[in-house]
């Protein structure tokens, strides 16, 4: 993981993590970050959930008892 804080910033860090967000093998997510690793740039994680919410691509709704 690379993580870089700004401690005069509140609202978010930037960070990498090469492994992607899944340890499953092929699974598609496994390596998504990792051409961003190597490239040296870093994704914002937002802290605030208007922020969040403000950068959102995809959405998923969890619906307990429907599966």
Known sequence: ???VADLSDDE?????V???VVE???H???KDQLSIWFAGDLL???FAR???EAHASHRQLLVPGSG
């Open 1 to 3: 993981m690379r993580l």
């Open 12 to 16: 978010k860090i930037m960070a990498v």
């Open 18 to 20: 090469p492994g992607g």
């Open 24 to 26: 499953r093998q092929f």
């Open 28 to 30: 598609p997510n496994q």
């Open 44 to 46: 914002p994680w937002w």
């Open 50 to 52: 208007s922020a969040i």
